[in-house]
Structures are given as C-alpha cells and as structure tokens.
C-alpha cells in the first residue's frame, strides 16, 4: 500500500505530477475540438512529426524540447497552409507524414550509430514523464498552461466556426484566423503530450477523453469542460497505477484508464438507448 | 545482379513482390474511401499483435494478422455515438484503438525487456534480413486469398464507395461492406508491416494510390496504375536499401513520396491555365 505523503515525497513524481495535470488539461480541451472537427487524423501525423522532430534535435545535439516545439507547430501550420475548407486532403497529409517518419528513421539510425543512445528512440517512441527534469516539468506547465487560457478564449467563437463556417464567417467570426490558431494549439499540445505519453501514444490523450466526453453529453460546452477532466483523471489515475506496479511503464496506465472509460461510457450509451428504445 | 547472390535477398524480393501487389490493390481503394486514419491505424496495431507474439514464443505472422483484424473488427462494431457526427465518433474510436493498442505494445517491451527492445526498432521500421522462405510461402498464401476476396467485392464495394445512399437503397449492404473492407484492409496492412516496419506501411498503402489517383480520373487505369507504382516502388526501395546504411522503410517512403510529388506535379503542369493563348487570338 503507498501513501500519498511518500508518493509525493520524490521529486520526479512531482513533476510528474505538475506537469502532467496541465498538459492532461490542453489535451482535453483541444482534443474536444480536435474530435468535433473530425481532425484526428491530424493529431495522428502530428504525433509521428513529434518523433521526429525529437530525433532530429538528438542527431543533431540541440534541445529535446526545441526539436519538439519547433517541428510540431511547423507542420500543423503547413496543415493548415495546405488545407482546403480547413482541412487538409487525408490523403497529401498521410503522405507527407509517412515521410517525415521515414526521415526519422535515418535520424534514429544516425544518432544510434554516433552516441549509446538505443534507448532513446524507444523513449521518445513511448514516453518517459517520470524522467522529466525540473526544468523540462516548468516548461512544459508554462506552456501548456497558455494553450489552455488560449483555448478557452477561442472556444465560442471556434465551436461556431467548426458547426457551421458558413455562417459564422457571414457573421464576421474570423473563421481562416481561427484555423491557424488552433492547429498552432494542437502542435503545441501534441509537442507537450508527447512528453507525457510518449509521441505514439499521444492520441490517446488527444482523442480518448474527447471521445468519451462526446458520448457522455450532447451539450458542446460540458463536454469541452468533461474532456479535461477526464484527460486528467487519467494521467493521475495511471500515474498512481505505475507508482504502485512499477513494471507497469506510466504511459500504458494512463492509457488503460482512458481507454476503459470510453469503453464504459460506449457501453452506458449502448444500454440506454436500448432502454429508451424499449421504453418507447 | 551480384545482390541476388543472397538468398535473403531474394526472399526480400519476393515477399516485397507480393507485398506490393496486395497493398496497392487494398489502398487504391482505401484512399477512394477515405479511410487512410483507419489504414494507418491497422497498420499500427500490428506492432503489439508481433511484440505479443514474440513474448509468447508463438510465430511473429500470427501475431501481425490476428492483431490487425481483431483492430478492424472492433473499429467496424463500435456504435456511432449520439451527440457527435458520424465521422467525428468514428476518428474518435479509431484515435482509441490506435493508441491503447500501441500502449500494449510499449507494456510488453517494458516487461520483456532487454530482447524485445533491441527487436523494437526492427518491428517498428522494418528490416531486411528478417524474411525466411517459409515466410514467403505464408505471405503469398494470404495475399491470394485477400485478392480473391477482394475481387468478389470489387464491385459493390466501388458502387458503396463512390455513392453509398444509392448503393444502399439498391440493397448492396454497405455496413458489411465496409467490415469486410477494414478486415481486408487489416490483412493487408499486417502482410507489408512484416518488409516495412509497423511504422512505415502506410507509406506502400497510401503514397502509391495517391500518386495514381493524381495521374488519371479512370478507375481501372489508375488501379493497374497503383500497382504498377508500388511494385517500382518497393523494388527500388529494397535495392537503395542493400547499397546504403539506412533502413528499408525511409527509402519506401522516400520513393514513395518522390513517386507522390512528381504525379502532383504532373498533374498542376498538365491542368495548368492557359488563358495567354486565347488572348494572343482575340
């Protein structure tokens, strides 16, 4: 059995912890918006850029967290450049990020042949959020902390836009404006996840609470508010599970508790609708 | 050819042969259809179906296929949800799938292990050296069977594809349709991420058929056309791969998008405007 007090008494569980609770929060909230748009598949080719990115950064000797940054927002900006009616051809952005993953391929391969670094590919891969520096931990609140605030000023005008541009843009809802800032978030907060859960599983932070917010309730504004906070619920909940079972690395508990949430919530959907249907 | 001398080689050809063949078949239809996310995920969802295998000391094939079609089943039976649209429920589910499988995944490698680690990146980006001629045997047996399904389909599937109300209300039966396509989809995807890595499929499933598709609006033309490009594709690709130091799947996507640009390309030369003609005339 752990107690809270030792739990929270190392520091990397801290940050962990710190870091984690915001960047859980920007992941529910843009995921929301990221769902509703049917834009996962964007989320998906950011998440392979994350890891490029990040070795890119690597080979090259540069900072982790610029590499990140830096190829995250470059490319959800030129998704949005590229898209037509705000969204971009499935098909130009799987070919282009089935690229960008190939080039990090030769990344890995070049900065495992030049340093000892085998494992770093794999820890990008599938995250390492209790090795985050303090430093890396404050950088990361910051900046996900700013995607939130950012997120819910542009909520109403964005949710507008998303359910019917047409009619937003007649109404002066700077509708093209809007596009850039939130693909800018979601680069941001893909950067940021990918650090929690790792760059391919950062979906599950993206998609998953979103997911089960949609099913749970019509309303868009309780679901934008319950995304995050199952987001969060997760990465606390898997937190203490990897505390607990060691063995267990934090990104799959984070995950198995998002998952089966929307498992459960697809399940409670299912069962009252068949009772409605009986009831009618 | 002096790298035809090893038999690996030649094992790497063969099963990139069949490879190609099936991936282009399936993925014409799947960048038709739009499902390219779904693809990519299939594709994904191999990697745990392997590291599974690997960890029970059962055959890595199993492993791919029976991780890749579980995938599109689940996929093709979640209910849409009642508050969000139809497409927006159904990235969601896909987005889940995806990410709790390769989750797995990641679980299995923390609990193997030093061996499994090693194995990651193999599994992740492909290797050459990993194909044996019994392999071959295997890929070739479910490759026919998945084009012989495939071709009992065809036609119905395209109708359901290009306009499914009225495909629908002419009683072809569109949700099992498209199951029956993710299932295919998923064998496809499962065959290829054996030569290419788990990460690195999606490159033979889309960058052909878009490529295609750009050249020419027929459909048969640019079906054949698919093939055609992903057979070009995957033998360069593993030729690059024998004379070079980096892996097999960056030349597939590298070949693959340059093959993707120069149809793009070709197609802005070729419906470029010429209006400075009709103005010479007038």
């Known amino acids: 059995m752990i107690s809270f007090a030792s739990t929270f008494g190392e520091p990397f569980v801290r940050y962990a912890f710190i870091a984690g609770t915001v960047i859980a929060a920007s992941s529910g909230l843009v995921g929301y918006f990221v769902v509703l748009r049917s834009q996962v598949f964007t989320g998906d080719a950011l ?28 490319v959800a900006l030129a998704i949005a450049a590229l898209g037509r009616h705000g969204q971009a051809d499935d098909t130009v952005i799987g070919s282009v990020f089935a690229w960008v993953l190939g080039l990090g391929a030769v990344f890995l391969t070049i900065y495992t042949t030049s340093a000892t670094g085998g494992v770093a590919g794999i820890s990008v891969l599938f995250g390492t959020i209790f090795g985050l520096s303090a430093s890396q931990a404050a950088v990361d ?67 998953t609470p979103a997911g089960t917010a949609q099913r749970l309730t019509a309303r868009p504004f309780r679901a934008f508010w319950l995304s995050a906070g199952i987001a969060i619920a997760s990465v606390w909940a898997g937190l203490l599970i990897a505390e607990a079972a060691p ?19 697809t399940a409670v959907t299912a069962v009252h609708r068949r009772s409605a249907r009986a009831a009618a | 050819m002096a790298i035809f001398q090893f038999t690996f080689m030649v094992n790497a050809y063969r099963a990139g042969t069949i490879v190609a063949v099936l991936a282009g078949a399936l993925g014409w239809f799947m960048v038709l259809r739009r499902q390219s996310f779904a693809g990519h995920t299939l594709a994904l ?27 599109a089943l689940v996929i093709a039976a979640v209910p849409r949800s009642l508050g969000g649209r139809a497409r927006s429920s159904e990235s969601a589910v896909i987005g889940t799938v995806q990410a709790f499988a390769l989750a797995c995944g990641a679980l299995l490698v923390s609990l193997y292990g030093g061996f499994l680690s090693a194995l990651t990146t193999n599994l992740l980006f492909g290797s050459l050296l990993g194909i044996s ?113 980096y892996p097999v799947g960056f030349w597939l996507s590298t070949v693959g998008f340059g093959g993707f640009v120069l149809a793009t390309g070709w197609r802005a030369w070729t419906d470029r405007p010429r209006p400075v003609a009709a103005e010479v005339t007038t």
Do not use: K, N
């Not at chain 2, 969802?45 to 995938?71: E, K, M, N």
């Open chain 1, 47 to 74: 998440s392979h850029v994350a890891f490029t990115g990040a070795l890119a950064a690597l080979a090259a000797g540069a900072s982790l967290l610029l590499g990140l940054y830096g190829a995250c927002l470059l």
């Open chain 2, 45 to 71: 969802v191999s990697f745990p179906g392997a590291a599974a295998a690997i960890f029970l000391g059962i055959s890595v094939t199993i492993g791919y296929f029976a991780a890749a079609i579980t995938a």
């Open chain 2, 133 to 245: 001629a019994s392999q071959v045997l295997v890929l070739l047996g479910a490759a026919v069977a998945a084009l012989a399904a495939l071709a009992g389909i065809a036609r119905p599937l395209f109708f359901a594809t290009v306009d499914p109300d009225v495909a629908e209300a002419r009683g072809v039966r569109v949700r099992a349709l498209s199951a029956l396509f993710l299932v295919l989809l998923g064998c496809a995807a499962a065959e290829a991420s054996q030569i290419t890595g788990v990460l690195l499929v999606f490159a033979l499933l889309v960058m052909p058929a878009a490529a295609a598709q750009r050249l020419t609006a027929r459909p048969a033309l640019s079906f054949v056309l698919t093939i055609a490009i992903a057979l070009v594709t995957v033998w360069l690709a593993l030729l690059l791969a024998y004379y070079s130091i």
């Open chain 1, 247 to 265: 063995t267990v690395p934090p990104s799959f508990a984070i995950l198995a508790v998002a998952t089966s949430s929307y498992a459960a919530a």
């Open chain 1, 141 to 207: 609140a910051a900046i996900t902390a700013a995607v939130c605030a950012a997120m819910i000023l542009i909520a109403r005008p964005l949710l507008f836009a998303s359910l019917d541009p047409a009619v937003a843009r007649s109404r002066g809802v700077p509708v093209r404006a809007l596009e850039y800032a939130f693909l800018g978030l979601v680069g941001v907060t893909a950067a940021a996840a990918a650090q929690a859960v790792g760059a391919l599983l950062l979906l599950g932070l993206l998609a």
